[in-house]
């Protein structure tokens, strides 16, 4: 089973990149797992080169302070292996322009900018070839992902199609809670680096103070009742899957053990903070060798870049380029 997943240096990890992502990263971990670190998605809106230089490394020590093992998975910075750049080129001549347009996560950010880069429309591609690349069979993303997911699949039966048998075609896979964490300021729009406001997002390197005053200015209800219910009650219900995400326990039974939001709201930062603090103290470390940090990114980039020429050369041949 092979499991390719990316995230882009673009700020710092939120609760939501945590829950619905990375944490199942960790838990599915093996040496068939690829987890890529997408500094060249990143350039699709504004980023400053010193910022993406710095974002990039500190993401990575992020990833291995959060439970990634490079000595299991492999792990490694996208722009680091060319063929990712090179597979986008070969799909793009196979995706069309109208799907692209179709996909929300474009629309949503271009009308939020106003000069757009031609790549925010492309993205999808590239994220198609990221995934192609590996033979991939599962992609643990967030809910937001799946229809590049989806995009990804179309693509890469298109071109077997098209051209034979050439790419695996890979399954969407999403935690079983909290795998679209909502804003904690508006519950009806997903926790996002880029929109959130600092008090509707919650980042896994802010302080304990930080943490509790987040949580307990979320927004829920009037009502006062302790119910996990989606349509009625969102802010409450993202804040029971939080929860459980951190816990053994189901919304709904968490639910069953508070009477009142301002106990359950103390014990779910309580929780948040026990679970970030261990992260956040590996991070500082790895932080403090950078050196060492990038020597162990080239060498993730080095183990991917042989699995990655392959299916490359497959794909190139397959279209009449070898
Ligand atoms: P933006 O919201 O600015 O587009 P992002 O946080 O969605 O940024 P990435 O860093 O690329 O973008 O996301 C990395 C992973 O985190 C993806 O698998 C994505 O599905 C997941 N993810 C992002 N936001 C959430 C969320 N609110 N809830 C659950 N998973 C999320
Ligand atoms: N598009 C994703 C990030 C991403 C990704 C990937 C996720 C880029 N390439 C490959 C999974 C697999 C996002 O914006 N969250």
């Keep these: 089973m092979r499991i390719f997943s990316g995230i882009q240096p673009s700020g710092t990890p939120h609760l939501g990149n945590y829950l619905g992502a990375i944490k199942s990263w960790v838990e599915s971990q093996d040496s068939g797992a690829f987890f890529c670190v997408v500094d060249l998605h990143s350039l699709t809106l504004d980023i ?23 000595e299991v998975c492999t792990l490694f910075v996208q722009s680091h292996v060319p063929y990712h750049a090179q597979m986008n080129w070969l799909l793009e001549c196979v995706a069309s322009y109208g799907e692209l347009t179709r996909m929300v996560a474009f629309k949503d950010k271009a009308a939020r900018q106003e000069a757009q880069r031609a790549s925010l429309l492309t993205y999808p591609v590239l994220m198609a070839a990221d995934i192609l690349l590996y033979d991939t069979n599962k992609v643990p993303v967030g809910d937001d992902q799946k229809q590049h997911l989806e ?17 695996t075609v890979p399954e969407f896979s999403k935690p079983p809670v909290a795998a679209r964490v909502m804003d904690l300021q508006d519950p009806t729009r997903k926790m996002s680096k880029s929109v959130s406001s600092p ?15 987040k949580i307990k200015k979320a927004v829920t209800d009037t009502d006062g009742e302790m119910r996990y219910d989606w349509e009625n009650k969102p802010g409450l219900a993202n804040l029971l899957d939080v929860y459980s995400a951190f816990s053994s326990e189901s919304p709904e039974q968490v639910a069953a ?55 490359y050369d497959r794909a190139a041949t397959a279209m009449g380029l070898n």
């Design 151 to 167: 995009l990804t699949r179309e693509i890469a039966e298109r071109f077997n199609n098209r051209y034979g048998q050439t790419f």
């Design 199 to 213: 008090l509707g997002k919650l980042d896994i390197f802010d302080s304990a103070a930080d943490i509790e005053k």
């Design 257 to 311: 053990k508070f009477t009142r939001y301002g106990d359950f709201k103390s014990e779910l930062a309580a929780l948040i903070i026990e679970s970030l603090s261990p992260i956040q103290a590996r991070y500082t470390d790895l932080m403090g060798d950078r050196a060492e940090l990038e020597n162990l990114m080239r060498k993730g980039a080095q183990k991917a870049s042989v699995v990655s020429a392959a299916v």
């Design 48 to 70: 400053t080169p010193e910022d993406l230089r710095l974002q990039r490394l500190e993401l990575s020590a992020a990833l291995i302070a959060s439970g990634l093992d490079p």
